[in-house]
């Protein structure tokens, strides 16, 4: 089978243009990656710090989660539903 690398995943879970956070979309791909040990929640936010980074993603508002650590969601730019369109 061939899978799409897990960054492309990630970003191509924004196509909806929904706002989101690492869990949500770990939650959307996990099945996937089911056999990966690097598909994590962790790994996932780093990614999406990194979209972030080079304009895909914009960061669209945080909030403390119920163990008061701070969660970002995020929403797919122009510039980035234009590369998404090209995946």
Not at 21 to 48: F, G, M, P, R
Request: hydrophobic share 40%.
């Amino acid at each position: 089978m061939n899978i799409k690398p897990l960054k492309a995943m990630v970003a191509q879970a924004f196509v909806t243009g929904e706002s989101l956070d690492a869990k949500s979309v770990y939650e959307q791909i996990k099945s996937i990656y089911s056999n990966e040990k690097y598909c994590s929640v962790s790994t996932v936010a780093d990614h999406l710090k990194s979209l972030k980074a080079v304009g895909i993603l914009n960061e669209d508002g945080s909030y403390l989660d119920d163990a008061k650590a701070l969660v970002s969601r995020y929403r797919i730019s122009g510039y980035g539903l234009g590369k998404l369109k090209k995946i």
